[in-house]
């Protein structure tokens, strides 16, 4: 009996996946039967707080956001937003978005005028200037994306903390998006004078096989944060307000190899492009990160720094963190640095940083004479 059941209950199961349906998402209780269905429109509505709009969606299955979706406030540890699934293409409708794929122009309600499609963290009622560290409970990640193929045309705006975190199944390109923490810039009657938003990380990744690409992020920490993963390409974004592009920071056990980051713009953030690696991580490494160019402007501390110091900032160095093969190459990398930041600064344990490093296309201006300690390798530049 027991088995029969369980027949009749997979043969729905795969006929509801080949069914070929259009759900439709106006409140958390329509995502169950939506998401058997490969198309999933999602309308505007308010997810109450404490709550999570989870999508566990179907092989090849196709989104598009048809208004806007704002999350309640509540004091929890969210995420807000996961979405899951092989093959899915995201297309998140904005306001002068032309969908890639002619398909979805057929039954989609393109906005005729107007204001762009986006997820509301509610990050005001949240932000007190300490981000993770302290302060009321903050949903972090806001945003969970463990689907592969394409996620496209979204805006996020006000961010409680940390935005995306990103860990696809197979490959994923992310292009088109927005992440708006600008409010966060300015400090409120919480944040003892400090800017509001804090920890509010753009892209968080511990992946492989992902392209974030032609993005805007306006935030105020890193931009991207690569932990750990493989064959990741950063390119043609434009980075405004927090701590530049990010590898690390670098725990136990963590390798990071192929990476480039390309074409991207870098405007008054702390510094432009570092490599941070924890003092006491043992067993891990970073092989392989490409530069070419990126160009930044206001870098307020460092343009570029590679530091095995982390937590602290050119402390003394950990060793037990390889790295090896960082280039910048091709296309020239253009950074402008205030007047009191260090143009380069590389602070490296004994014996950890390792081979030739071919500098020979980075260009940086402004600022003072960084320290370089603990590496002789690097070529064809100097500050
Ligand atoms: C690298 O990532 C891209 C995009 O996600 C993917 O298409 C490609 O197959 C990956 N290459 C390797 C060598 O894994
Ligand atoms: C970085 O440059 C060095 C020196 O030219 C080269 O040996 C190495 O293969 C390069 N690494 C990468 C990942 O391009």
Known sequence: MNSLIAVAYLTGLSYAATMDCVGTISSLSDVAEAVKCTTVNINSFTVPGGQALTLNLLQGTTVNMQGDVTFGVANWDGPLFTVSGNDVTCAFSQAGTV????????????PVNGNGHKFDGNGPSYWDGLGGNGGVVKP???MKIKISGLYEGVTVVNSPARTYSVSNPGPLTMT???IDNSLGDQPNSQSDGKPAGHNTDGFDCSTEDLV?????????????AINKGSNITFTGNTCTGG???SVGSISTGATVDNIQI????????????RIKTKSDATGASVTGVTYSGNTATGCREFG???????????????????????NFTGATSNIAVASSADRVAVNCGS????????WSSLKVSGGKVGPITGFNGITGFSQ
Request: glycine letters at 10%; proline letters at 4%.
């Open 212 to 224: 974030i690409s032609n993005s805007n992020i306006h935030n105020q920490d890193d931009c991207l």
């Open 304 to 326: 570029v720094i590679i530091d095995q110091s982390y937590p602290s900032t050119l402390g003394t160095p950990g060793n037990g963190v390889k790295i090896s093969g960082i």
């Open 243 to 245: 701590h530049g592009i």
């Open 176 to 178: 088109g998006l927005t």
């Open 99 to 110: 969908f890639s794929e002619a398909k979805f122009i057929n039954n989609l309600l393109v």
């Open 351 to 358: 014996g950890s940083c390792t081979g030739s490093w071919d």
């Open 262 to 273: 390309t074409n991207n713009k870098i405007i008054n953030n702390d510094q432009a492009l």
């Open 140 to 142: 972090a990640p806001m």
